[in-house]
């Protein structure tokens, strides 16, 4: 019987991890296809873009989904870059046969080795401008790489004359290199969502919220400004084009990441794609010089608030920083002795709550050092620390007051306190 039971139960486990198993990858097949979808969608996007056969879009966003993927969720991902082009080109933009392979083989080899580089140096990707430089690195490499096979294969099908091959790769180059900049920060900082920062509480003050709500509207209305003016017949709509930069270099500077990150892109979506249809008196361009001008500007356009951003938020975890080591013991992260007895004045004024001072001394902790090393010794205090923290709960005022000494100000009856304390210190002395 007990053969037959134990048998029974490893069938049963057996079952429940084949279960899990079939379960975890149905997810990833479909966290695969809802990424093919996104950057299929970001591929048909430049159907507003190019007016002949041989002709180059201006910005491909899909470059900055399909890098920002496959350096989420591993190379393995490259795979969806195919899928989606092949798709692209059977239902939306026909290619000659002859271009279709060189077509999958520029967006999926020059990502899959920008990937690579990228994650070979850092696996996790933040906000910061070490991490933005390191991407942009590796944004030329897809750049160039993408532009290399492309260029060549549309010359090798016949699609532009030999002569053009070095407009086409160039023009390719700075596409890829556009959509990079503007797409890519805003879906990796989607992506790497539980990797991020959590945002400042500010950002949900009514004051916060009426800064916003203005900056939205005046962001809109510079849009429309410019396509206004230039709907009359100026020479120079982007003259305008500083405006909406510093409204994005105030975003950058006032509001959260994912504001800045996802007007910057909207920004630069719209102005390339006024240029690209020639909307709102700006002429698509017609020569090279002209082409590289104007994506350098936007490339530039998208970069500046990326930098701004990034050097905002690594100044605020440098003062976090500094403030977690000013005011909390770094062993047990509880507060430290000065801090502790600054908030304790304080709530001790405006509290009109009943409030239970709780100390605690180790006897004899000096043993543990001298027995079993001060390493062991940092562990009893740490998780002593835990055991404080976890039986009075967040809201109270706990300390490291010393070497082997805590200390407890919590809104607490008397007898509640005690029945309290009683059961901490015989959590104490479980401690093995």
Not at 45 to 74: C, E, K, M, N, Q
Not at 218 to 241: N, R
Not at 355 to 365: E, G, N
Request: hydrophobic share 50%; with cysteine; net charge positive.
């Amino acid at each position: 019987m007990r053969r037959r039971t134990s048998t029974r139960k490893h069938a049963f486990m057996t079952f429940r991890g084949e279960t899990g198993f079939m379960q975890a990858g149905l997810a990833r097949l479909l966290r695969g296809a809802l990424l093919t979808g996104l950057y299929f969608a970001g591929a048909v996007i430049t159907v507003f873009y190019p007016h002949t056969p041989g002709d180059v879009t201006l910005f491909w966003p899909a470059s900055g989904i399909g890098l920002a993927v496959v350096l989420r969720y591993g190379l393995g991902y490259v795979a969806i870059i195919p899928i989606a082009m092949l798709g692209l080109h059977l239902l939306f933009v026909p290619v000659p046969r002859e271009f279709l392979a060189y077509s999958l083989a520029s967006n999926t080899v020059a990502t899959l080795l920008a990937a690579w580089y990228v994650r070979n140096h850092r696996r996790v990707i933040q906000l910061r401008i070490s991490d933005g430089v390191l991407l942009l690195r590796g944004g030329l490499i897809l750049s160039l790489i993408g532009a290399f096979i492309g260029a060549y294969g549309m010359v090798r099908a016949g699609m532009v004359p030999a002569a053009e091959g070095g407009r086409v790769a160039l023009q390719w180059a700075l596409g890829d290199l556009l959509g990079l900049t503007t797409i890519g920060p805003v879906v990796l900082y989607v992506l790497y969502g539980r990797y991020r920062t959590p945002e400042s509480v500010e950002a949900g003050h009514a004051t916060r919220l009426r800064e916003l709500s203005i900056w939205t509207l005046l962001l809109v209305m510079v849009m429309l400004l410019i396509y206004m003016v230039g709907s009359i017949g100026t020479q120079y709509p982007l003259a305008l084009a500083s405006l909406p930069l510093a409204l994005l270099l105030w975003a950058a500077a006032r509001f959260s990441p994912m504001v800045t990150l996802a007007s910057t892109a909207v920004t630069i979506f719209c102005i390339s794609l006024m240029t690209g249809l020639g909307l709102g008196g700006f002429e698509r361009p017609a020569t090279l010089h002209d082409s590289a001008l104007l994506m350098i500007m936007l490339v530039m356009y998208s970069i500046i608030p990326v930098l701004l951003l990034a050097s905002r938020q690594e100044h605020a975890h440098i003062t976090a920083a500094l403030h977690q080591r000013a005011t909390r013991d770094t062993l047990t992260g509880l507060l430290n002795r000065d801090t502790f007895e600054e908030q304790a004045r304080q709530l001790l004024v405006a509290s009109t709550d009943t409030l239970t001072l709780f100390y605690a001394d180790l006897d004899h902790f000096k043993l543990v050092n001298d027995s079993a090393s001060h390493v062991a010794g940092d562990e009893m205090i740490r998780r002593m620390g835990g055991l404080v923290r976890d039986e009075f709960g967040e809201h109270a005022l706990h300390a490291r007051t010393g070497g082997d000494e805590f200390a407890v100000l919590v809104a607490m009856d008397e007898r509640t306190a005690s029945t309290r304390a009683r059961r901490l210190l015989s959590a104490i002395e479980g401690l093995k």
